[in-house]
């Protein structure tokens, strides 16, 4: 463990020794499949009942004129983003870049600016570049069109499929494109059965929506096998369901069945669109790269150092904030019509438990006790300062009706923050450089600089300095707002 090493394909060679990572193009998951939101921009949707073919065209890099009717995106592929936006650490502006718009993840940051920052860095093909938190694998995708090699450990099981679903872009677009075909042909044959979905699922699609997605989601279950062609067309499946639904969405992806959209698209026909631009993008991309040097692993960034094969030269990433969203249940709906959970219970078995503590849920569930968290060594080095913040929080909970677990999922947020630091030290190269966007917390209104904790956790991890730079402002407009501390995001550098 530990060693150097250098990224050839799939493949980790270290010392002359092979060490299979996990052919993403030969062992793919068979199983069920499970997905996030696509957030596509704006569609734009095709008036009266014009019938939709049911193949798709591999012989031409444009879409056929009945394809040109939708627009799943606001901009074009080719569309460069705005520098000084890619720099605020949104993921909004992915959706106009190829491969990454294959689907929104809520919790991530731009492509571009990730490309500036390796650039600054001199990081170049010979390198590796670790994201200890991928999402759904923005620095993989990026350092893929650079030639670079990198890594990415992901705890959430669903967003980790994702990932690894958009490294599956050197996939012959006709492979695609026959395997949807296959699915939609397979569904028209057969009869939907809605029955078995949950509340939440019956009420967020009209009858006629749901009844052809579960014809599609059947369809695909029947004709599924191990190749990346079949992984692609689960991703487009898994990526039309809040475009198709009638339920609206709230901020971080939660989905509002009370609220419905004033636009809605019919699932085959954004099935179809969604396969185009897939087929569109790995064109674009494999005119641009030769093959994919990234591997992202479904794993805890809290035990980096017993799955990451080798020492890498770079870090870019931004854990999830102690600001107590719950990044175990913003996939549940894609997760329910799946059948991996059945409702909001399920969650904390099926995702919640396995992802670092940063939600009060997490720590109420795990009934965990801040004083046992306090005495850990890991926090040592900040123990005086979050003691003080722990117990105000324990008292102020007190005055609040829902008495929520902050106390508790602060202290455990810095103890794994700091697990996560020690193992970064075990799987970085000395002088290793280090980006993380990050933004600090109030629970309650009691202030956390979550900023200078973890700066202080890398620097007894063993790194050697920290600075950070503010990027905006954040709970600054009042209304509605539960506190008025001030708070604010930013890009926390670690090197050493």
């Not at 050197?170 to 569904?187: G, K, Q, Y």
């Not at 409702?343 to 078995?349: K, S």
């Not at 933004?439 to 600075?467: H, M, N, Q």
């Not at 604010?488 to 090197?495: A, F, H, R, V």
Request: proline letters at 4%.
């Amino acid at each position: 463990m530990g060693k150097n090493c250098r990224f050839e394909g799939s493949d980790f060679r270290e010392g002359g020794q092979t060490s299979r990572a996990g052919s993403r193009q030969a062992k793919l998951r068979a199983g069920g499949g499970l997905g996030r939101e696509s957030a596509m921009g704006r569609w734009q949707v095709a008036q009266g009942g014009q019938r939709i073919g049911m193949s798709f065209s591999s012989s031409q890099n444009r879409m056929s004129p009945s394809f040109q009717q939708l627009a799943l995106f606001a901009d074009d592929p080719q569309t460069e983003p705005d520098l000084k936006a890619a720099r605020s650490g949104t993921f909004a502006d992915n959706m106009a870049l190829p491969i990454h718009r294959w689907f929104r993840y809520s919790a991530g940051f731009a492509a571009q600016w990730v490309e500036q920052v390796l650039s600054d860095w001199s990081i170049e093909p010979g390198h590796v570049v670790l994201d200890p938190f991928a999402g759904s694998g923005t620095v993989s995708v990026v350092c893929d069109t650079l030639g670079i090699a990198s890594v990415g450990a992901e705890a959430h099981a669903v967003v980790a499929r994702i990932g690894k679903a958009k490294l599956l872009w050197m996939t012959p677009p006709d492979r695609v494109a026959s395997f949807a075909t296959a699915v939609l042909r397979h569904a028209q044959n057969r009869k939907a059965d809605v029955s078995p979905y949950p509340s939440l699922i019956e009420r967020s699609f009209d009858t006629d929506a749901l009844a052809a997605l579960d014809n599609l989601k059947s369809s695909w279950l029947s004709l599924r096998d191990s190749s990346p062609e079949s992984e692609l067309v689960w991703l487009a499946l898994t990526s039309i369901l809040r475009p198709t639904a009638k339920a609206g969405t709230a901020q971080w992806q939660y989905i509002l069945p009370s609220k419905t959209k004033k636009k809605v698209i019919q699932p085959s026909f954004a099935f179809q669109q969604q396969i185009e631009v897939i087929k569109a993008d790995i064109r674009w991309m494999q005119a641009r790269a030769r093959e994919s040097y990234a591997e992202i692993i479904a794993g805890d960034a809290r035990k980096l150092a017993e799955f990451i094969p080798c020492k890498v030269d770079a870090v870019i990433t931004s854990p999830p904030y102690a600001n107590n969203y719950d990044y175990a249940d913003a996939l549940r709906f894609e997760m329910t019509f799946w059948g991996e959970v059945n409702g909001w219970g399920d969650i904390h078995n099926a995702v919640r438990r396995h992802l670092m503590v940063s939600s009060s849920q997490h720590s109420s569930r795990e009934r965990l006790r801040a004083d046992d968290i306090l005495e850990s060594e890991v926090v040592q080095s900040i123990r005086d300062e979050l003691q003080q913040v722990v117990q105000r929080l324990a008292s102020v909970r007190e005055s609040h009706g829902g008495k929520k677990h902050y106390h508790t999922m602060i202290a455990a947020y810095c103890r794994d923050i700091g697990l996560v630091l020690r193992q970064l030290r075990c799987v970085c190269k000395p002088g290793v450089r280090m980006c993380w966007v990050i933004g600090d917390s109030a629970p309650y209104g009691v202030y956390c600089p979550i900023e200078k904790w973890i700066g202080t956790l890398a620097i007894s991890a063993g790194f050697r300095r920290y600075s950070f730079d503010k990027l905006r402002d954040r709970n600054i407009k009042w209304k509605n707002r539960k506190h008025r501390v001030p708070l604010k995001e930013g890009l926390l550098w670690i090197e050493g």
